[in-house]
């Protein structure tokens, strides 16, 4: 046991030591003919970069600079492109695809063509030169591939699962021989009794929250951790993908639905103690909530206030360019580093709100389904 315990310990920190070899191995140089050498001025330029920015990404950018030839160089590491085409499974480096999505490189991989349009891959067609646009700046000549690349989000997620489960060993283990918890346990502790005891047995009840508390405990500090490594210099966003949350909505959909009692599923769809006339309009508005507005509301309201929150905070600090001629370098750069201080104190805040609403809305959704509805 203390042999394999040992090995995890090692492999993780080999994990992150490859990371870091990768990001200092890997360098992309890009030619501007702007004068200002590609740096973001101007307010249509830091809006174009701040949804750029919160977007997936194929590659992992740590950080980009232009040297005094006005040559734009980006550091970090490649990721694998896996995408299904109509010849199968096509897999190379992102690497091979240039720096800015609007350069539109062709890669060439066995005998088909790829090219990245606003962070999407395209196959083109045989006889395809090069990418053709309507006029509303869609390829006509390329069609979108099943894309199951290994991107920027998804490291994230693959590094926070690494994490929880170093973490969530840890404690297990002190706990299976009845230590006391010490070091980064002790920390974790109190937030499991909170989740238990606040959370997963009050909205679900004493007979069945110990078959949930599980997956609530998984939810809860994968929201909150992936939250906080947002906030980051790292720039992840994965809480702020519509297909992230929509994945974890539907989750905890499943869990409710499978568990469903059968006095749950008779109140839903032919509820006692109404009129007969008005129990079908009744079961459709249930049906719908159950099935629609319930998982629709647990990932729009995620996603739509971590990327708000990237989102305000990348406009404040942006005051320092774009105002900088009103207010002087020293009073623009003042301003934004005062309120995206502050912001970002708030979004700590949210961080942890974020994760505790979406973990009580799942166990309020769960309890109603176990409960037994009796009158």
């Known amino acids: ?64 600079y232009t040297d005094s030839e006005g040559v734009r160089k980006h550091f970090g590491f490649p990721l694998p492109v896996i995408i299904n085409t109509s010849k199968g499974i096509v897999t190379f480096m992102s690497s091979e695809f240039h720096h800015n999505d609007d350069g539109h490189v062709i890669v060439e991989k066995d005998g088909l063509k790829f090219a990245k349009i606003h962070s999407k891959i395209y196959e083109l067609d045989a006889d395809a ?14 069609h979108k591939v099943l894309d199951f690349s290994i991107t920027k989000s998804v490291v994230g997620i693959l590094l926070v699962g690494l994490l929880l489960l170093w973490w969530f060993s840890s404690l297990a283990r002190q706990y299976k021989t009845k230590q006391i918890p010490t070091g980064f346990a002790r920390v974790l502790e109190p937030l499991v009794l909170y989740v238990r005891d606040e959370i997963a047995r009050p909205n679900i009840g004493e007979k069945h929250y110990r078959r949930f508390t599980g997956y609530l405990l998984t939810v809860f500090f994968f929201i909150w951790v992936l939250n906080l490594l947002g906030l980051t210099p790292l720039g992840f966003n994965v809480t702020g993908q519509l297909a992230v949350t929509a994945c ?51 990932l729009v309201r995620l996603f739509a206030n971590i990327s708000a929150g990237h989102i305000v905070v990348m406009s404040l600090i942006a ?22 201080f502050f912001i970002t104190l708030i979004e700590v805040l949210v961080a942890f709100l974020q994760a505790y609403i979406f973990t009580m809305l799942s166990a309020l959704f769960i309890g109603m389904a176990v409960d037994d509805h009796a009158h």
Request: proline residues 3%; hydrophobic residues 50%.
């Open 129 to 142: 030169a090069s990418v053709s646009f309507d006029e509303e700046h869609h390829p006509t000549n390329a």
């Open 1 to 64: 046991m203390k042999l394999a315990l040992k090995s995890n310990k090692q492999f993780v920190l080999l994990f992150f030591i490859f990371l870091s070899t990768l990001a200092f191995g890997f360098s992309k140089t890009e030619k501007h003919d702007t004068k200002d050498g590609g740096q973001i001025n101007t307010k249509e330029e830091v809006e174009a970069y701040i949804i750029h920015h919160i977007k997936d990404s194929h590659d992992f950018s740590l950080f980009s």
């Open 319 to 340: 005051i320092m360019f774009v105002l900088k001629e009103s207010l002087g370098v020293v009073g623009a750069t003042g301003l934004s580093l005062v309120l995206s």
């Open 248 to 298: 974890l909505a539907v989750f905890t959909l499943i869990i409710y639905t499978v568990s469903g009692t059968k006095g749950y599923w008779m109140h839903m769809i032919w509820m006692p103690g109404v009129p007969v006339l008005i129990r079908p309009v009744l079961a459709v508005i249930e049906l719908a909530g159950a099935f629609l507005i319930k998982p629709f509301s647990l």
